[in-house]
Structure formats: structure tokens, C-alpha cells
């Protein structure tokens, strides 16, 4: 990963180590019978309040959603509106998808994100850096 920093898991703080473990929960719950890539996401709103995503894949591939959008939806559905951190775990470290990254830019465009593989290698990058000269949201809200 070229935009991301490598850091020591021991040297989070308390409030991402929280993150991070309740994203490796929610990988523990992806569907992913197809790919087998399983992927858990947790987003911190704005609020502080957390929500976790997992992947759901379906026989349809096109109908499978990623771990990140699960947990925005999740965000967004219990009347979030502006998000604070991402955590994500995968297998290898893996960074959000073109997708999510744009859907995740409608509720912070600068997103500090977390990601870590099974191995217990944890990176940080950002949301910017990850995405720059996004598609900018529309401020009508
Ligand atoms: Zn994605």
C-alpha cells in the first residue's frame, strides 16, 4: 500500500483498538461462500457510536455488497449522517474498493482509515489520500 503507514497494533489508541476489534467481528460473519475473501468493516460516526459491516455475496455476483458499504448503510439507517474512522480487516490488508471509496467520501471526504490483515499488520491511510479529486457531495441536504 503506497498511501498507507504501517503501524504497530499495540500503539493504538483505545478508541480505534475498539474499532478494529469490532471490525474483526464482523468479519467473523461475512457471507463470502463464493470468493471466500472474508471482509469486516466498522465505521465510527460522528456520534461515536459504531457500526460494523460484513461482505454478503450473492450467486448473482453482481449482487454482492462489500463490507463497507454493509456498515454504511448500517450508519446511515440508525440516522447517521457524517462519519469519523473505518476500520477494515481482510485476510491480506486489503484498502476499500473504487465503490466504497466513493460512497464513504458522501460522509467524510478525508476519512482516517484503519487497515489490517490476519496476520496482525496494521496500516493507516486516509480516505483522501486513497481517493483524490473525488466526486464532490452535493451540499443540499
Ligand atoms: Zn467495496
Redo the contacts with the bound molecule.
Sequence with gaps: MTTARQVDREILDAQWQELLAAASAARERAYAPYSRFSVGAAVRAASGEIYTGANVENASSGMTV?A??VAVWNAVSHGERSLAALALVTETGAT??G??RQVLVEFEADLPILVADTAGHTWFTSLAALLPDAFPRVNYR
Design positions: 462489500c463497507e458499504r476499500p474498493c465503490a466504497c
